[in-house]
């Protein structure tokens, strides 16, 4: 239920919301600062939700205005968030984040590895918090904070403002922090609010050019010069309908911070005029055209979703067929996906196994200066080597294989398939 | 109310020496108090007195309570197997208030969102006060210290120790029954009302000076099963219904899908696997809230994987432990409330399913009981200190919410694991001292949290069993500390005045917390 009662008012309402609050603010010429706080936790945390509006009206110089909270044991820094979109609703100018607590989460210094494993990414509603705080709890690869599709089209300045405090308070744990943004202007507004947090890759939807790439390549290189970021931050193109599969090479070579490619089903087979399946065959080609052209790009090829959460059975064949087609990840709904997808991006013990036995015998060879690579009567072709170390990496990465393990030769410069490109 | 003083118990807790005038034993220690003298007896009865030909049906409630002589300052008890659907416990009160009684004890063996029109008749006096577990409404306005008696809580378990001893004395015992024959045999398990075991009302029909069997299902004689026995009973009244079927038993029973409760579950169960308890003969109980129930799915795939059996589970019963039996991987349900259909039906037609009572399976006065035959027990808790020690009544608000149920007696588990999230909606659940304690850190053993498991330093053999594992062990402390810079630190604490308004007993009868009374 969203309604107001006075001035501009943000967040959610009613007794079946949790972890989230409504806030509504009037600005007043007299008066001073008028706070009534209804709060689920009163009695634990009444003063300090008190304190904590106080604090954030003053440090943006608001001296007189009457703020209305009804709270559902929000986190601090949603209450924060919900303020804020209610300030900018009442149209209190609000320019600068200096008002800001320090950010309890600071980003990784240095972003992302550009070709890091990109298995999970698990979509959160950009409008709700209360998936928000233990997202990372359930290990996936990345994280996606979407101000796009799940998010109500009134809804979208709130959302910003909910997303980018989350960036700087939620502890993704090692999750990869993206955030999907929306189309055309808005998303342009979405990068001014999100990139100075520092997200590590940013997802573009329904990508059908290489302009609208390097458009938003071009503005995160603008505020992040105006911010003095300098850490990369990843695109990954959402290519949702026939021109933009058609366009694919184009769009993974559109800027050098593309680091992956990734297709949304349900509107390219809108597109298409034809029903989405459980086999995918309907997009089959349109999947495979994705992986050639991030390949020929040289960025991640990542699958869409699978969007019944029950059939984990499903799920797991879908995975397996997407792994054997050359993708290296999908999305999540829904966090019990993610140990399933893991589960189907990994390899077999047999593969592993042999993979590793095929890196033990190269080094074998390296070290006697042999030129030929044999494992028993077989010899061994170098793309066949290549393959085998890229295998034994993504093992190592995802924890199948103890770290300490020394099966690859640290540094060795000569042609790993894709790694070391990351100031490309 | 209380005229007596407070004397701080064992526990370190102030409770008052005198509760609803009688005197109290305050909480020595786990196995520390040692009851004397014998059990409590109802009067000696003849067959005399009775209609030979075991008729002892009579026209409607009011007949039967003015036949049992009911009068002002009686207790009145009642049993909850039929959960929210239950009719007869308001009947009950409100028929003696009818016929004028005031200042009644009502002794259920737990209260229900239906119950809350008994503030009605406490607020005309009708009712005294409530001895039993005091849910929502019930507790908040004891809370508000609008009862005129003091509030006693008792574990299943303590309530059967209670009026065994003769803590208290029941005057008439109303049990409602979905099935029984004109003698007074009644049983749980068939009828419109079914709601599987009756065991709540044992204790009452042993004890009560006078028995009313409710039910509106009469069976001619020999009422089979006989869960209560006709040789306990005074009268038999039949009415249009004792319950709202919808309520007493849920048609299905939903697995959350919570993705935090499922990790959670998930934890508890690969606890369970990694800490060796899962093995062949091996035996756990876990009960029907969704952690709980999602818990069993995941043992159960474990269970399979590994070719593990249980020799018996005990419930709190659900389609998922009926599909246990069913599918070989238990060889017995040890049942002590039914909550679905497929239960139901199951303990009518299963002999393997077997209802239980809370003197087989909790009373502590007792010469042993199966409670503490169970390998692992996975409960659930409102709070848990860095002590170990947890609430389950009140929240951190300081308001009493929640009864004990059979929680207390489960500690005696071999293995007690609190399975909980780490914080509710900025409610953090570890924290430094529980606002009530409802059982000692001693007999809490492990607990599992989203963010990950802690076990108790005392447990040595379960640190070393689980060394070595990719489970998330962690330190209480260090969970705690992690999710207080979550909610912005440590909450208030809890605005309460000093006056008592209910008491939590022990499995043995012994006060062990005070409930306080809120700031108004």
Redesign the interface.
Known sequence: MEGTTIGGGAGRRGDDV??DCWVAVELTDSGGLQLEVKS??G??????ITK?LEDTLRALGIENARVEVED?????WVIQARLEAALSRAGAPHTTRSHLPPA?VLPPPGGTPRDRLRRSRLYLPGNEPKFM??AG??GPDGVILDLEDSVHPDQKDAARFLVLHALRNV?FGGAERMVRINQGSLGLQDLDAVVPEGPEMILLPKVETADQVRTVHERILEIQERWGLHHPVWLMPILESALGVENAFASAAAAPTVAALTIGIEDYTADLGVVKTTDGSESLWARSRLVNAARAGGVQAIDSVYGDVADEEGLLAWGRRARAMGFQGMGCI???QIRIIHEAFAPSREELARALRIVAAFEEAQKKGLGVVSLGTKMIDRPVVLRARSLVERAREAGMIPQTDKDLPAGEGDGSPEGGEESR | MSDGKLVKNAAGRPVPTLVNGKEQVPYLGVGAYQPTGAKAAPPIRSCKDYPPDGDKRVPDLRTALEKCGLRSGMTISSHHHLRNGDKVGLLALRTAAEMGAKDLMWLPSASFPCHEPVIELMEQGVVHHIEGSMNGPLGRYTSEGKMRGMGVLRSHGGRYQAIQDGDVHIDIAVIAAPSADPFGNANGSHGPSACGSLGFALADSIYADHVIVVTDNLVPFPCIPWQIQGNNVDYVVEVESIGDPSKIVSGTTQITRS??R??IAEYVARFVREAGIMRDGFSFQAGAGGIALAFVQFLKEMMKEAGVKARFVRGGSTQYLVDLLNEGLTDYILDGQTFDLAAVASIASNPRHVATSPFTSYNYHGKGNFASLVDAVVLGATEVDVGFNANVNTH???ILLHGIGGWQNCLFSRCTILAVPA?????PVLVDEVTTITGTGELIDVVVT??GIAINPRRTDLLEAVKGSNLPIRPMEAIKEEVE?????K??P??LTDRPVAVIKWVDGTVLDSVWQVEG
């Open positions: 949790r972890s689920r936790v009695t634990l945390y009444g003063p300090s904590g559902q044991g929000a986190l601090p309890r705080l233990n709890l359930h502890d829904h966090p019990r | 993705p935090d499922l990790l951190s608000d300081g914080v509710r909606d900025r409610v989203e963010r810079g979550i909610i912005g630190g909450p208030e809890p605005r």
